[in-house]
């Protein structure tokens, strides 16, 4: 039988959308789901996927990429792979598992709302598909780091992050929750294919990918790359949403664009950050973090935003500014705070790394070097109290990060302070002016506390270092310990006085 050709179907197809005779229409499209706003209905109509995919192609495609990864997997099932990976590497790869897989299984439901909600026929097709790949996301990630649980059980907090109340589970609840399920289908889009996807995947799944093979892990290079390559198309469901938005409210797509690039930033900042500059094996480094973020976020990002007529965001210095400083404050606060983590951070300060880090960040030693001094100079005199914290630090309200990351020791222009706001007689702590901006116009649909608050509403017993660990849900098989017990401390250890050498005067 003669088959049309798919460019005399497709657009029939993908345009199955009819006026409705007995239900109202707002019936179907309630606008607190659908977030038309200002956008009048038949707007939607101009709605136009860049990337064409009907059903029989998308199958056919997915089906060959979920074949070569499991291919890989099976023939690396037999090898002694786990055993040959560096510690530091490891725990960049747990990072990963633990925040992002659930976070794929988030992304199903957002795509499955805009599957349902989005008003225009073509805009829901893609979106199916964008669900149907964020199931197969998870699915590769919770099936990959299985794989490794009964070698070390931190790997089971693929799983379980997100079913705790892990700081970190909380920080990716707090923004993935306002980025994909509080708002409207419409901020939806803008928030996660846009801004999200377009902008930020690519740093964990292409930056990471490099480092991934390079340190040998070849399951996990190939499981993101394979993850990036759907990322890419139904990310595009931002750019034609954004496009209609652009000519009915653009003050609403700025807003959206704006926010969203924050959080997203402050939370690469401890996913992505550390892995790159501090737990990637000095010799498989590429590039360094901010050189990344540069050419892939800030170069590529701003050119995206200007085709469109949009502005950079209005914090572009603090921004920029923070690129030298959040992830070396965030590195140095989850390996001081190990215990709280479900893997094991290396320090990533041997002399060579430290030599790495000042030519990437002239400021390095200047901000960091004092602090690590202290650090080494308590393990070498065996004062592991000192290297260990005995509460917690002051979280942002908006971001849940400590207080202070946003900034760093001796920077005079955005030193290590509180940014308060008070509201209906309570006062609320923020680690930065757009997290507390952002906090203020979205109060209504926040409602997370910090684990401060819970701590002072006395809901962790006993309210000490035990407590919270419990409270968290981490367990003393999980808890994190330095990655290389140490060892890489010994070499700031001062040298033992060699008997005779002073002149005898010991004798
Ligand atoms: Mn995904
Ligand atoms: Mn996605």
Same mark, same amino acid.
């Given at each position: 039988?003669?088959?049309?050709?798919?460019?005399?179907?497709?657009?029939?197809?993908?345009?199955?959308?009819?006026?409705?005779?007995?239900?109202?229409?707002?019936?179907?499209?309630?606008?607190?789901?659908?977030?038309?706003?200002?956008?009048?209905?038949?707007?939607?109509?101009?709605?136009?996927?860049?990337?064409?995919?009907?059903?029989?192609?998308?199958?056919?495609?997915?089906?060959?990429?979920?074949?070569?990864?499991?291919?890989?997997?099976?023939?690396?099932?037999?090898?002694?792979?786990?055993?040959?990976?560096?510690?530091?590497?490891?725990?960049?790869?747990?990072?990963?598992?633990?925040?992002?897989?659930?976070?794929?299984?988030?992304?199903?439901?957002?795509?499955?709302?805009?599957?349902?909600?989005?008003?225009?026929?073509?805009?829901? !097709? +893609?979106?199916?598909?964008?669900?149907? =790949? %964020?199931? #197969? *996301?998870? &699915?590769?990630?919770?099936?990959?780091?299985?794989?490794?649980?009964?070698?070390?059980?931190?790997?089971?907090?693929?799983?379980?992050?997100?079913?705790?109340?892990?700081?970190?589970?909380?920080?990716?609840?707090?923004?993935?929750?306002?980025?994909?399920?509080?708002?409207?289908?419409?901020?939806?889009?803008?928030?996660?294919?846009?801004?999200?996807?377009?902008?930020?995947?690519?740093?964990?799944?292409?930056?990471?990918?490099?480092?991934?093979?390079?340190?040998?892990?070849?399951?996990?290079? !190939? +499981?993101?790359?394979?993850?990036?390559? =759907? %990322?890419? #198309? *139904?990310? &595009?469901?931002?750019?034609?949403?954004?496009?209609?938005?652009?000519?009915?409210?653009?003050?609403?797509?700025?807003?959206?664009?704006?926010?969203?690039?924050?959080?997203?930033?402050?939370?690469?900042?401890?996913?992505?950050?550390?892995?790159?500059?501090?737990?990637?094996?000095?010799?498989?480094?590429?590039?360094?973090?901010?050189?990344?973020?540069?050419?892939?976020?800030?170069?590529?990002?701003?050119?995206?935003?200007?085709?469109?007529?949009?502005?950079?965001?209005?914090?572009?210095?603090?921004?920029?500014?923070?690129?030298?400083?959040?992830?070396?404050?965030? *590195?140095?606060?989850?390996?001081?705070?190990?215990?709280?983590?479900?893997?094991?951070?290396?320090?990533?300060?041997?002399?060579?790394?430290?030599?790495?880090?000042?030519?990437?960040?002239?400021?390095?030693?200047?901000?960091?070097?004092?602090?690590?001094?202290?650090?080494?100079?308590?393990?070498?005199?065996?004062?592991?109290?000192?290297?260990?914290?005995?509460?917690?630090?002051?979280?942002?309200?908006?971001?849940?990060?400590?207080?202070?990351?946003?900034?760093?020791?001796?920077?005079?222009?955005?030193?290590?302070?509180?940014?308060?706001?008070?509201?209906?007689?309570?006062?609320?702590?923020?680690?930065?002016?757009?997290?507390?901006?952002?906090?203020?116009?979205?109060?209504?649909?926040?409602?997370?506390?910090?684990?401060?608050?819970?701590?002072?509403?006395?809901?962790?017993?006993?309210?000490?270092?035990?407590?919270?660990?419990?409270?968290?849900?981490?367990?003393?098989?999980?808890?994190?310990?330095?990655?290389?017990?140490?060892?890489?401390?010994?070499?700031?250890?001062?040298?033992?006085?060699?008997?005779?050498?002073?002149?005898?005067?010991?004798?």
């Amino acid at each position: 039988m003669a088959r049309m050709k798919r460019e005399e179907w497709y657009n029939i197809a993908r345009d199955v959308d009819w006026t409705r005779s007995y239900v109202d229409e707002e019936a179907v499209f309630p606008e607190w789901l659908s977030g038309s706003g200002k956008v009048p209905r038949e707007a939607w109509r101009s709605w136009d996927e860049p990337y064409k995919c009907a059903y029989s192609d998308y199958v056919a495609t997915q089906r060959e990429k979920e074949g070569s990864v499991y291919a890989v997997k099976a023939a690396l099932q037999r090898s002694n792979i786990f055993e040959s990976l560096d510690e530091g590497w490891k725990s960049t790869a747990k990072v990963h598992f633990g925040a992002v897989s659930l976070i794929e299984y988030l992304a199903v439901l957002a795509e499955q709302r805009m599957g349902r909600f989005g008003l225009s026929p073509a805009w829901r !097709n +893609m979106a199916v598909f964008g669900a149907l =790949d %964020e199931i #197969r *996301h998870t &699915q590769m990630d919770l099936y990959l780091a299985h794989e490794f649980i009964a070698k070390d059980p931190q790997f089971d907090w693929a799983l379980k992050n997100y079913h705790t109340n892990c700081w970190c589970a909380i920080v990716g609840r707090a923004t993935f929750d306002g980025m994909m399920m509080n708002p409207n289908v419409v901020d939806i889009a803008i928030q996660l294919p846009f801004t999200f996807e377009t902008g930020f995947t690519n740093l964990q799944f292409v930056a990471l990918a490099a480092d991934a093979l390079d340190s040998g892990d070849v399951n996990f290079a !190939n +499981m993101i790359s394979s993850t990036q390559t =759907d %990322e890419a #198309r *139904h990310a &595009q469901q931002g750019g034609p949403t954004l496009e209609i938005l652009m000519q009915h409210d653009p003050k609403r797509a700025q807003w959206m664009i704006d926010k969203t690039f924050w959080a997203s930033a402050r939370l690469f900042s401890l996913l992505t950050g550390p892995g790159m500059d501090y737990y990637t094996p000095l010799e498989h480094r590429r590039q360094s973090y901010k050189e990344f973020m540069e050419e892939w976020i800030v170069a590529e990002f701003l050119r995206l935003i200007e085709d469109y007529g949009l502005k950079k965001p209005w914090y572009w210095q603090e921004f920029l500014a923070g690129l030298e400083t959040w992830h070396h404050s965030l *590195h140095l606060g989850v390996w001081f705070w190990r215990q709280t983590v479900w893997m094991n951070p290396q320090g990533g300060v041997s002399k060579a790394e430290r030599a790495w880090l000042q030519k990437k960040y002239p400021h390095w030693e200047e901000q960091w070097g004092p602090i690590w001094d202290t650090l080494i100079q308590n393990i070498n005199a065996g004062n592991m109290e000192g290297t260990l914290p005995e509460t917690l630090p002051w979280l942002c309200n908006l971001c849940h990060l400590p207080i202070g990351t946003a900034a760093s020791p001796n920077n005079l222009r955005y030193p290590v302070r509180s940014y308060p706001l008070t509201h209906n007689g309570y006062t609320y702590h923020f680690c930065s002016r757009p997290c507390r901006q952002i906090w203020w116009e979205d109060k209504d649909m926040l409602h997370q506390k910090t684990i401060i608050e819970h701590l002072l509403a006395g809901e962790i017993q006993p309210p000490d270092v035990g407590g919270i660990l419990a409270w968290m849900g981490l367990t003393p098989e999980i808890m994190g310990g330095d990655a290389y017990k140490y060892k890489w401390a010994e070499e700031y250890r001062e040298p033992a006085p060699v008997a005779g050498a002073e002149g005898g005067s010991h004798a």
